[in-house]
């Protein structure tokens, strides 16, 4: 079945770095927009970035632009996200899904819990 | 000030009846790249809804959307149990997705 598996999350100090990846299984991956978006509880998911499926369009959220960056190896059917200069603020599950701004995000991970503390 | 503005905050119904969800676009929308979806605890959002009135795979026909302006609506025909659960509202601008606060269906 379509499924979407992160990993990479954890604990790690303010001005940190951490890297999330995100295999996708059961469909065509190279052929898929995708996006990063966290959530902390109780709130409203936050999107992150997104980016299409040749990696020749991608944009951030504003909170993360410069610090974050998301790449893809559609060959190991994998998403990633590269997090720089972690501040406690950017504590959340992170998830990443498929889907295109027409089609919605129609495919979500589990989530990977994020902890930014010192 | 919100792009997109949910309301009621939470709604209180019971099985067997109907809810219905508003969302309020600021700005104009493309109802082509607007999304609806719901969220149980401990779970990911799942898309109910996306293109304003299109239902996603898999999802009930008791969820139908529908826009007007920039006034967008969820509808769920006949509430089962599996419904209690909180509904976001999306929207891609351009150059970002955007998601409502979110509307507490509870019993």
């Known amino acids: 079945q379509v499924q979407l598996v992160e990993s990479g999350g954890g604990l790690v100090n303010p001005g940190g770095s951490l890297r999330l990846s995100c295999v996708g299984s059961?469909?065509?991956?190279?052929?898929?927009?995708m996006s990063w978006i966290r959530q902390t509880p109780g709130k409203r998911p936050e999107w992150v970035s997104y980016?299409?499926?040749?990696?020749?369009?991608?944009v951030y959220g504003d909170s993360v632009r410069g610090r974050f960056t998301v790449s893809r190896d559609n060959a190991r059917n994998s998403l990633y996200l590269q997090m720089n200069g972690l501040r406690v603020e950017d504590s959340a599950v992170y998830y990443c899904?498929?889907?295109?701004?027409?089609?919605?995000?129609?495919?979500w991970g589990q989530g990977i819990l994020v902890t930014v503390s010192s | 000030e919100d792009v997109l503005t949910q309301s009621p905050g939470t709604l209180s119904l019971s099985p067997g009846e109907r809810a219905t969800l508003s969302c309020r676009a600021s700005?104009?929308?493309?109802?082509?790249?607007f999304s609806w979806y719901q969220q149980k605890p401990g779970q990911a959002p799942r898309l109910l809804i996306y293109?304003?009135?299109n239902r996603a795979d898999g999802i009930p026909d008791r969820f139908s959307g529908g826009v007007s302006g920039t006034d967008f609506t969820l509808t769920i025909s006949r509430l089962e149990p599996e419904d209690f659960a909180v509904y976001y509202c999306?929207?891609?601008?351009?150059?970002?997705?955007?998601f409502g606060r979110g509307t507490t269906v509870d019993i």
């Open positions: 293109g304003a009135s």
């Open positions: 999306q929207q891609w601008d351009g150059s970002r997705f955007t």
């Open positions: 899904a498929r889907g295109s701004s027409f089609s919605g995000l129609d495919t």
């Open positions: 700005q104009s929308v493309e109802r082509r790249k």
């Open positions: 059961g469909f065509t991956f190279g052929g898929h927009y």
């Open positions: 980016m299409s499926s040749s990696s020749d369009y991608i």
